[in-house]
């Protein structure tokens, strides 16, 4: 089955401690990409990722890192968490960039992250 | 301004009814524009694209008015599984999609 996996599904931390939220895909997609989803404001991009190795900053990067070592796997790294980073997260991937137009993206099923 | 400007709702309809949701971007230069569907605390899925000459998905329809930089969606005869929240989504630029905040339509009975 094709699909976006996301782990942990929830999560509650503390500040400061280093945390690391999981996405992997099965579709062999070069486009893969985090958001952040808080009440009110709409899904804001954290970080994408057009290929292996290639990665850049969306609207909210601050406070947030990521790799993508492998095609399938592209991590978001909180460093230091803090209470403003209380949200539900999302990974998504894609096999087409805007320039074809044609542009879906598949979603993980989410992370649900607090941060005390 | 936001980027992308959706009426939060909700919007309560009985089913069989026909409903409308509208979208406004900011960005004149935006060539992409979609409707995902968002369903309570999980992932938003695709619904449709929209293109310039409007398209009809079955009981779905979306147009799109560039000169008034805004996108519709038209759900005709509502069905109790069309309850959801309905994401605008709009081009922004090279790799980027900007995400309006949602329309939440409730169908009852």
């Known amino acids: 089955e094709a699909q976006v996996t996301q782990n942990p599904r929830y999560l509650i931390t503390v500040t400061g401690k280093k945390l690391t939220v999981t996405c992997s895909q099965n579709m062999n997609h070069e486009y893969m990409s985090w958001y952040r989803q808080d009440p009110g404001l709409g899904l804001r991009q954290i970080y994408y990722s057009m290929n292996v190795e290639v990665t850049d900053k969306g609207d909210v990067p601050e406070g947030y890192k990521v790799s993508r070592k492998e095609k399938r796997n592209f991590p978001l790294i909180l460093e230091s968490p803090s209470p403003n980073q209380t949200s539900l997260y999302f990974c998504?991937?894609?096999?087409?960039?805007?320039?074809?137009?044609?542009?879906?993206?598949?979603f993980g099923p989410g992370t649900r992250l607090t941060v005390t | 301004r936001k980027e992308v400007e959706q009426d939060p709702g909700p919007f309560n309809v009985p089913e069989g009814a026909t409903v409308a949701f509208n979208c406004t971007y900011s960005?004149?230069?935006?060539?992409?524009f979609f409707w995902y569907r968002q369903d309570c605390r999980k992932e938003p899925k695709l619904l449709m694209s929209?293109?310039?000459s409007g398209n009809e998905d079955g009981r779905f329809t979306a147009q799109l008015n560039r000169a008034s930089q805004y996108i519709s969606l038209l759900i005709r005869d509502s069905k109790l599984s069309d309850s959801a929240t309905y994401l605008c989504?709009?081009?922004?630029?090279?790799?980027?999609?900007?995400f309006g905040a949602g329309t939440r339509l409730a169908v009852h009975p």
């Open positions: 998504a991937s894609s096999s087409k960039t805007i320039r074809d137009r044609a542009y879906e993206q598949y």
């Open positions: 929209v293109y310039s």
């Open positions: 989504v709009v081009e922004g630029g090279y790799n980027k999609l900007i």
């Open positions: 960005n004149s230069a935006s060539q992409s």
